[in-house]
């Protein structure tokens, strides 16, 4: 007989069987031996890419159940606590459900004074200021990262690089999961390079590629090189770029975002403390990459993307291009523009919140 108990069951199962397949499907192992063969490298790579193409998993929300953040870690069960270390919170310390259970919105990026003028702006957007205009930092408790929440909308900084951004995902993720959140979305609002794009066009990813314009993100694990997916929210990009379409205040494009591992050397730049390549050598990488749709450089994305299909998060990334790279490498513009450019993906993302809300109050 179908009773609350195993209705409930049953769908958990059909998650779980969902979610270990959405694991299966976002990662491939390489051995140590075919980690450095190019040869068996390039054949797994296109059985990646096959497998991509047989199982579409997408975008789109087919169910009309909530959709929660997936951790994939036996382990954890084991735990008594949780400690989210570089947060400064933790299960026993902290009311996780009833701090953070109504979030559904979470938008990162790297500089907490950024992470926190984007809480202010969503707060006077959504019209939920403080009076007292007092937004604590949720984290005061580490200097790591920063961490603001107004409403549903939670706003954390990460820092530079993939590393800094995937220890700062696992916590997030785990602590999503242990506040009992459902149907999330979440948007990195970044700064990045442009290639042969207006400073200031706002770029919203299609697909994260690494520095050899390949779409994956490689971890080592227990000495095994990893390759995982960096397929982003379609459909969500799509509403973004109608959103700066509603919004007509600056050009936004589709495109995309190639991740490096560093901001001078892994950018092609010409200007950092070392340099072994011309400026002809910059210029053919940098059409390469145009050439394979790379339309941005920033150093967050693929990661960002690997883990947010891993925990079925709905993602995006927004960045705003600061410079042209064809025509530079320095950021010679005064710190006003770049603070304004900076304003853009917040603009854009903040319009994009205000009008889901809406249409949610009006379907309620
Ligand atoms: O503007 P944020 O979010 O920091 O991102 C970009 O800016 C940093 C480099 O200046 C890198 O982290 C890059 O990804
Ligand atoms: O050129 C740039 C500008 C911002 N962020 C980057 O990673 N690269």
Redesign the pocket.
Known sequence: MWNHRNVSKALNIRLTLRCSRQFRESEIIFSETEETDTVSQTATYQSFSFFRKMNPKDDKKTDLCPSPVFVHNPHLDALKDDVLYHFGLGTRTHDLPAMFGDVKFVC????PW?MKSFIEYIAAELSMEDPKSEYPNICAGTDRYAMYKVGSVLSVS????IS??AIMLHELIKLLHHAHCTDVTII?????GGIGLKPGTVVVTKQSMDATFLPKFEQVILGKTVVRNTDLDQSLAEELLQCSKELNQFETVIGNTM?TLD?YEGQARLDGAFCSYTEKDKQDYLTKASEAGVCN?????SVFAAMCKLSGLRAAVV?VT?LDRLKGDQ?NESQEVLRSY?QRPQILVGYYIRKQLKAKAVCS
């Open positions: 990162v990026g790297g500089s950024r990460h820092g530079m690089g800094s951004i990195r609002i970044g700064t990045s991740c901001f450089i920033e150093m967050e994305s960045c600061l950021l900076q």
